[in-house]
């Protein structure tokens, strides 16, 4: 008999917007969780139709001593959906690495090594 295995305690959120997203990974911060054990997707849905709408999704690797908190800040920063790994990789397709910030397709890593790589893109 296999016993089943106990998934990894990562919480992942979707966000309206970048505004969002990125004020819930200064949240994570504000609760000591380095850029490390954080990931961010930006990308086309590739659940909507034609892939147009933008999806910002974002991953925490945390002890689960502080999802709840963390939960709470999502909704604070208007979180649209939040769950486990699966189950928002079976809603939302792909899902960031917790330590990888991926933008359409080019992948960086969230910690130190680049510390100025983010960039705030603008709007066309």
Known sequence: MTTPKKEAPVL???FPGETQLWEAVRALEE???GRDFIGV???ENEHEPNGHKEVHLLSALA????????RN???RFEA????NPREMAARHGAIPHPGAFEDHGMKL???LEFPNARRKRRKE
Do not use: Y
């Open 31 to 33: 609760h000591k969780i």
């Open 63 to 70: 002890p689960r001593r502080l999802h709840e908190e963390i």
């Open 80 to 83: 649209t959906d939040i769950g």
């Open 41 to 43: 997707l930006i990308n």
């Open 73 to 75: 800040d999502f909704v």
């Open 109 to 111: 890593p969230m910690g």
């Open 12 to 14: 992942v959120a979707t």
